[in-house]
């Protein structure tokens, strides 16, 4: 077939007949809801690239390259939007953990009720479609792009999503996890095998930077801080939308929650979270020789990573482009069983169960099941549906953080009820869909303080409220909202909060065994309270020496990481 030759197919072929058959493997060890969604057996090399592997997509990869084709080195923030948060996972791992939960919908049903959980349930699905859908749509664009069409997009999201569904459905986390240390690897292949020859292609670091002067002389296309662009307070909106939303995407539960001990979950959430940090400058460093290498002549952005490799990969090594197509969908398959599983357990342990319980774990695990494939065909229609990566970006950013006010005032505070979080997510999703009409910004474009502030922009030719002023918009109106209805409704049982924070102050033993989602083992004496507050409703804890030293060697290597890439550039 044109654009891959006989060794690209045989690499490829191995990689995916390999990983799927291996995913297949893992089955014979799941044999309940626990194995398939939580198997809490992993270690912490392990969990390092299970962390990775389920956050890096090659979405990602597109967004970012297309993003700094466009923009310059600022687009890099597409993804480094999460570096400032990630210091923080060193923290929110151990509390998930502690949480001794299968689906994040369980803690909500803890702390609030079944019926938050269940809305919980409704959000996280959605958000699982839109993820899958992007991931295959970037996915797809690239292969299309590496082949020269030979593959079309359309039929390679039928491909990755019947392979990654076998084995996922099968063997479930456990295989996920498995999976991604393979997968891993090639990841971090295919973010850094095509950076070396497309800078050679350019005249290095020294030839990108003169072509910029002449093919943009207007545009600081080496900035971090692109002004009325990506600016300082669209970077650091971002940045504070993703640390709230973290903790709230369904998948992570299993991210943080896999490990033997909550000290592998830590490692592997921010350490793999990491690792991408770094694949992102590769990204964006590829985004912009490309750039310099097409003369800024590609209509469409989103290709710019699958038409480098096609050009350049070939004349390098025979089996290298498809070395890096298997890498690409690697970064798709490794991400996209987890969300698929992770989807499965909330249809089957806060849906379905509920509604019929004492059924054997071997129906559950069917239902689990059927439920997974459903998700994944239904965003496959959505992949089809979306016109662009980067507008599904934006989306997902968005969609991620409605239900964090609800979480986030949970845990922070004893006085939240069940309906200051009905309220809060029901508000967060109606100011987050008000601020995205055109016909809202139009509506008030012509007051000074918006005119001074920016806070209408124009896109796709229509007025809109930019991107950081409305996530400022539908967080305000969030938390605002859950503290007002919570001071003046109803409040959740005392015997309840008291076994919800009695989890989360409560180290988790490597022996412990788990009979009930969010409860403490049988025996198990809860630690004392030990908050900055005690004589409060405030839950907020004062931090363990380990707690702080990992948080603080968190942001030792996000300092390290952005004075590397500034230094990289002004070399």
């Known amino acids: 077939m044109a654009g891959l030759s006989t060794a690209d197919w045989i690499v490829l072929g191995a990689y995916l007949i390999g990983v799927t058959l291996l995913g297949i493997w893992t089955s014979r060890q799941v044999k309940g809801m626990a194995d398939f969604v939580m198997p809490r057996k992993f270690g912490k090399i392990m969990m390092l690239m299970h962390g990775f592997g389920t956050s890096t997509h090659s979405d990602q990869a597109v967004s970012v390259s297309s993003k700094s084709y466009t923009s310059g080195l600022s687009g890099i923030w597409y993804q480094w939007m999460w570096l400032f948060a990630t210091p923080f996972f060193w923290l929110i791992a151990p509390m998930m953990r502690r949480f001794r939960a299968l689906t994040t919908a369980d803690v909500f049903a803890a702390r609030y009720s079944q019926s938050v959980a269940i809305l919980f349930c409704v959000f996280g699905l959605a958000k699982f479609v839109v993820t899958i859908g992007n991931m295959l749509k970037g996915s797809g664009e690239v292969i299309e792009a590496s082949t020269g069409g030979a593959i079309s997009s359309e039929t390679l999201i039928v491909v990755m999503s019947v392979l990654f569904v076998t084995y996922g459905l099968a063997g479930g986390l456990r295989a996920a996890i498995i999976t991604d240390f393979i997968q891993g ?5 295919f973010s850094f095998l095509l950076l070396p020859v497309v ?12 072509s910029f002067e002449v093919l943009a002389p207007d545009k600081d296309m080496l900035s971090l801080v692109t002004p009325g662009d990506i600016g300082v307070f669209y970077i650091g909106m971002i940045a504070f939308n993703a640390l709230l939303s973290v903790a709230v995407q369904p998948h992570n539960m299993g991210t943080c929650g896999a490990g033997r001990t909550e000290i592998d979950g830590a490692i592997g959430f921010m350490g793999g979270t990491f690792l991408k940090r770094i694949c992102t400058v590769a990204w964006c460093l590829t985004g912009l020789a490309a750039f310099a ?34 890498g690409l969908l690697a970064t798709v398959m490794g991400s996209c069983d987890s969300f698929m599983i992770a989807a499965s357990g909330l249809v089957t342990e806060n849906f379905y169960r509920p509604i019929f319980p004492d059924r054997s774990e071997r129906h559950y695990l069917w239902i689990a099941r059927a439920s997974g494939l459903i998700v994944v065909v239904v965003a496959i229609g959505y992949a089809y549906w979306l016109s662009g990566v980067i507008e599904g970006l934006e989306i997902l950013w968005k969609l991620n953080a409605v239900m964090a006010p609800a979480f986030w005032l949970g845990i922070f505070w004893r006085g939240a009820t069940t309906a200051g979080a009905w309220v809060a997510t029901l508000c967060t999703a109606f100011v987050w869909w008000l601020t995205g009409l055109s016909s809202t910004a139009t509506a008030i474009v ?15 030719d229509a007025l ?20 007002l209805v919570s001071l003046w409704t109803r409040k959740n049982d005392p015997e309840q909060l008291e076994r919800f924070y009695e989890l989360m102050r409560t180290p988790v033993q490597e022996d412990e065994v788990i009979e009930t989602p969010c409860r403490l083992p049988q025996g198990t004496i809860p630690a004392p309270r030990r908050v900055f507050f005690p004589e409060t409703t405030l839950e907020i804890p004062i931090p363990t020496w380990r707690a702080m030293s990992g948080f603080l060697v968190g942001w030792f290597l996000v300092f390290a990481i952005i004075g590397g890439v500034w230094l990289l550039i002004a070399s």
């Open 293 to 326: 290498h097409y003369k800024g002549g590609i209509e469409n952005p989103d290709q710019v990573y699958g038409l480098m490799a096609s050009e350049f990969l070939p004349q390098l090594l025979p089996g290298l482009l498809g070395l890096f197509l298997a």
């Open 185 to 189: 690897i090639l990841t971090i292949l």
């Open 464 to 483: 809109m409220i930019s991107v950081p002023w409305q996530m400022l918009a539908y967080l305000t109106a969030g938390f605002a909202s859950g503290i």
């Open 199 to 210: 800078l050679n292609a350019v005249g290095g670091l020294s030839g990108m930077k003169a």
């Open 446 to 460: 012509g007051l000074p303080i918006v005119n001074s502030l920016g806070i209408v922009v124009e896109k796709n």
